[in-house]
């Protein structure tokens, strides 16, 4: 893939983030960058706070330091402040509405920024990019669970925002679904930047610009898939994973 | 559903009632119609607890309060004012404020469900309590006294607005009272085709998603039950008005269970349901009145224990869904 | 002095009744999540059991402290078996059909015994302090709350009934990994609550007056102490009722009842909107 390089604008930085829950520091000073225009990994063992990373760039308020977005501070913020500025989150359990369609999903993503009727193109479009099209008219509850992954995918999408969180997108998808998954992130690439949580050292090496590997609350190792995962560092913490 | 059969219920449902409405008079004795127009008011309380509980998946199990405001409002002010005019504003006035007030504490404290219906139910009970004692002459409001558990007697019935003298007759009343049930179910229909009723909606199946779309809950939230407390008071001022008195039990449990139950009935998420089931249920029990072998709380109790195990989605849907699976049935044949 | 005194008598008493009206739904509610909406039937229930039996002649000791719990007891044995069962986890649906057995309730009670008060003598004599009269029976009322709250704690706490209904409240699928059988815990989880309700009734009889809807008054307070009193139950009702109690009783001295009340529920009303996870929610470690 051709990454985007370092001299792109940064759209996301943390300063010295931190989040201790009681005695235990589940994110250490952590100094995170994130360019524009990139599908950037976050990789690491469980527990070494990739998770609680993601989850304080989705509003968690953190013990100190800073999020940065394109030039605002983001940290601690509300679920909607922070759609506001234009971030979509896609959760690991799909977070969808069991009791509406896809297209009325769709449509109330939309609703949030746009008129009714630029609305109703925008989920045209959507279910057209996602290829819902035949499940267009069901209700989301009563879809399978990859189906459901991209009817959240499409809700990010129409709401209109330039950076996308995916918690573990490959979690649970049969490899046909994971090709598709890879695929489309790949063109939903093509106008958004991207932060991916994911296990699959497979997928990340296939979607990824850049890596960065989280080990025991800090970043041990940054970079290009193939440079991070040929670090002996990143090796070690990975010995007996099928991985690196 | 797609858009078009929504237009079609709604022009349906207006239309036929509207033609009811219309001919109820010639059919009815004036008892009859007397009777009926109870049972409407008693609707319109009930499409107070669909928009709120049913729709917008708010657990309020307090509506009757909004009632009972209204009706007190009603009350006090067409008394004080000689004019119904004012009473029928203060019933939405009062209630709205005190929804808003009520609702902000709720919704902007990240209160859970089960919070939300112990609270909306203790708050009902606090003016059941207040009202209750507040016989005597210190407690009077604008010179009206609260005459404690008797209530106010004596209520003004609805006039013209502005002219006093021309109050409105059995036939008159039965005709306002159901066009403002059309007139609000026909708004919220509409509202439900709108960006804050698709939100409303949303919120109810999953709060978390729709923040992260972007849209505040609480706003929305706070929105729906202000809405259904503007309805439940309306209806609380008709419900004074015709009876032309107002006592505390407006604000008892069994106010609040009975919408509760038509709701539960009628169907979670429809508008019409809770109508119909009003309706049915009121005929229902004053007929097993007239039998004088049923007690009311033991029926309402009963109906509800019965649906919450046997059919907790409600008559409306539950039937839909059989109309559905029959012509799917039929389809595959 | 004495007023001072009668006040102090009546703030513990207050506590009492409150501690008193509120075991059952600590136990209903701190350990099954479930919140029983016919909590004041089953209290009303355990009142006319008293009446019921005194009037045939047994002795009202027995009466309010065993034929009471036990009546109610059995008949939370049955409306489990009936009803909640079908509607673990469906925390909304318990409340409402938990509603309807208590208009049932309501209506059968109504149905049987009429719409009025059964007055009850109440037993042992009063004594004064200053120009007020106190009954020795309130004074019994307080004494029997802090011994059944003490009990409800020593179960829970000590005995082996108490040690399985806790594991099996906080993981289902583990105790009966374990072979407990979980329907019987709940079952008799739920006919001890109902018991505890049983026993409330029956002791607030004498002081109450017997009638069909007679639990409405409890219920809202009762409710809004174990919410305050958060997850751990039976230390919650105590701290809340302890908070709750002199509230009102210095309102009603102040002022009317009426304002008692309405103080009670306004401080209620902060303490949910301050601690929305209850009193004891800042302490994880506590369990009971």
Known sequence: ?244 | MTKRNDLTETVGVVGASLIAMILAPFFMDQFGLFQFTVYIVIALFALSQAFVWGIGGIVSFGQAMFFGIGGYAYAILSIHFGDSTYGVIGSLVFPGIFAAVLGYFIFYGRISDIYVGVITMAVSLMFLLFFNASSGDGYAILGVPLGGYNGIPALPPLNIPGNPASTLGYSAMWYVVMSSLLLVYALLRWMLTRRFGKVVVAIRENEERVGMLGYDPRRYKLATFVIGALIAGLAGSFYASWGGFISPTVFSLTMSVQVIVYVLVGGLGTLVGPILAAIALQMLVSYAGTQAAVDPTFLLGTVLLLFVLLIPKGFMPAIMDLYTRAKQGRAQN | MNTAIIILFNIFLGIGVLVLTTMSLAVIYGFMRIINLAHGEFMMLGAYSVWFSTSLGVNIWIAILIIAPLVVAIIGVIIERTIIRFLYGRIIDTMLATWGVSLLLIGTVTALFGNHVRGLSTPLGSFSIGDYGVSYYSLALVVISFVALFGLWAVFRFTRFGLIVRATMLRPEMAAALGINRDRVYVMTFALGAGLAGLAGGVIAPLAGVFPSMGMVYIIKAFIAVLIGGPAAITGITIASSLLAPVSVVGSFLASSVVGEIALLTLAIVLIRLLPMGITGRWPRLSL
């Open chain 1, 1 to 244: 893939m051709t990454g985007s390089s370092d001299t792109s604008a940064i759209m996301l930085q943390t300063r010295d983030l931190t989040k201790r829950f009681g005695g235990v520091v589940a994110v250490d000073g952590v100094n995170f960058l994130l360019h524009e225009g990139e599908v950037h990994s976050l990789i690491g063992p469980n527990g070494a706070g990739k998770t609680t990373f993601f989850k304080l760039l989705t509003g968690l308020k953190p013990s100190a330091g800073e999020i940065i977005y394109r030039g605002r501070s983001i940290a601690g913020l509300m679920p909607h402040e922070i759609a506001r500025q234009g971030i979509g989150i896609k959760k690991q359990v799909p977070s969808v509405f069991d009791g509406l369609t896809v297209e009325e999903s769709l449509m109330v993503a939309a609703l949030r920024v746009r008129s009714r009727r630029t609305a109703t193109a925008e989920v045209a479009a959507t279910i057209d990019r996602l290829k819902l099209g035949e499940i267009a008219g069901k209700q989301v509850g009563i879809l399978a669970h990859g189906q459901r992954q991209w009817v959240e995918i499409g809700m990010v999408l129409a709401q209109g925002c330039e950076l996308i969180l995916l918690d573990e997108p490959a979690a649970g998808m049969t490899s046909e679904e994971v090709a598709r998954t890879v695929e489309l992130i790949g063109d939903i690439n093509r106008d958004r930047t991207i932060i991916v949580v994911e296990h699959d050292m497979k997928f990340i090496r296939m979607i990824s610009h850049r890596v960065t590997v989280f080990h025991q609350g800090r970043i041990l190792a940054a970079g290009t898939p193939d440079d991070v995962l040929s670090d002996h560092r990143v090796k070690d913490i990975y010995i007996g994973n099928s991985a690196a």
